[in-house]
Each structure stands twice: as C-alpha cells, then as structure tokens.
C-alpha cells in the first residue's frame, strides 16, 4: 500500500526566512511518480511539481527547490526567502504508475509566513 | 479554456436529501476523479473513471455514485445525505496517469 507522511502539521518562520517542508513516502513500486500542490487560503489546489522515481536530479524553480532522495524515500520541499503569498497548506502525494490512478495524499504542513 | 470547473460552490442538504454536484472540464482529459477534504486527513479518492464509460471506487465510496457518459463530464451524486458527508469535495482530471492532475475549485457542502 502506499502512504505518504507530512510530520510537520504547522510551520510558522519570519518573512525571508528558508523554510523547509518535509514529505516522506511509502510504496513497493519501482515506478511511481510524486507530487507537490499547494492549497491557499482560498481553497483552490494548484500543482507545483512532478517528479517521476526515475529522475533524481533535484529542481529549482525560482524561489522553490524540491530534493528527492529515492534511497530514503523523501522528496523535500525548499521555499527560499519567503514571503507571505507562500502561506498556504502544502501537500505531498504519491501516484503508482499503473492500476488503480489514486492519488494518494499526504496530510497537508500548513505554512504560516509571519511578516 | 475554463479547466476544470465544478458547481455548485457551496451546498447546505438536509440528512436524507440527495444532490449532484457537477464537474466539467474542457482539457479533453481522460481521466477524472472525485476527492473529498476534511480536517486532518488530506484528500481521500472518492471514485474515479479512465474514460467514457469506466468509473471504479475509491478508497471511501460509499454513500456516492458517478457516471461518466462524456469525456467532458463526470457528475457525483449523493444517494441520501448524511452529516458524515459534510465536506469540501475536489474534482480532478489528467491526461494520463503520469502526469499531474488539474483541480476544481471545490464545492463544500454541509449536511445538517
């Protein structure tokens, strides 16, 4: 079965700060893809990223960088220099490649930038 | 290219009523699926389809139908409303099972 584990429920860090979000994952497949999507306050989901289990190379994008370590199964999510617009509720979640399309979630890190 | 759009925004049912809650997307995705949100516990997979014609469950279907007679449309119909439904419900689409799935905004619906 697949799981995947926010522990951090709640992050507050000073406007400017780095802040990172952790997400641990669980799966027996050996081709799986992983996401990240952040929830603001207004509700809506937006996708950020996707990493497939094959690529291992690390991305940066803007201010957002994500680190996927297969060999301990975490893809880790960066804010750089925070600002407030970066408050939101950010979740992690993993998809098998095959079967069943389930997205499977993670419990959501809500992120509270203070200014 | 409106997306995927969902209606209505908010719903309040009496327990026992019943109701669709519609969800449209414009993408040509094939697939669609249904999640619903509540405090603590992420999005759970209500149920889903691959195509026109093919729905399967999720992981909490029960109490939920769906059908899917277009590729545009994939409608959620509560049988008979209880407060265990009270929730802000997600519907989503991809192209295919590889890539990122594209969300609505969401309808929550309080069942008193």
């Known amino acids: 079965a697949q799981k995947v584990t926010q522990a951090q429920t709640e992050i507050s860090v000073v406007e400017k700060e780095d802040v990172t979000l952790d997400c641990v994952y669980e799966t027996r497949d050996t081709t799986y893809y992983l996401f990240w999507y952040k929830q603001p306050p207004s509700g809506e989901l937006v996708f950020l990223i996707r990493r497939n289990s094959f690529d291992e190379q690390n991305e940066i994008s803007g201010r957002y960088s994500w680190n996927f370590q297969k060999s301990t199964s975490s893809f880790n999510f960066t804010i750089t220099a925070s600002q407030v617009v970066d408050s939101a509720v950010y979740f992690c979640a993993l998809r098998r490649n095959f079967g069943n399309e389930k997205l499977t979630f993670g419990t959501g890190t809500r992120l509270t930038i203070i200014p | 290219n409106a997306g995927v759009t969902q209606t209505p925004k908010f719903q309040v049912l009496k327990t026992g009523q019943s109701m669709t809650l519609q969800c449209a997307q414009d993408?040509?995705?094939?697939?669609m699926s249904w999640y619903r949100q509540d405090p603590g516990m992420g999005l759970r997979l209500i149920h889903y389809?691959?195509?026109?014609?093919?729905?399967d469950q999720g992981e909490v279907p029960n109490g939920y139908n769906v059908s899917r007679s277009t590729t545009e449309d994939f409608p959620l119909r509560l049988l008979s409303a209880a407060p265990s439904q009270t929730s802000v419900y997600f519907c989503?689409?991809?192209?295919?099972?590889?890539?990122?799935?594209?969300f609505g905004p969401g309808t929550r619906l309080t069942v008193t």
């Open positions: 389809s691959v195509g026109a014609g093919i729905t």
């Open positions: 993408m040509n995705h094939e697939y």
């Open positions: 989503a689409s991809s192209q295919d099972i590889s890539y990122e799935q594209y």
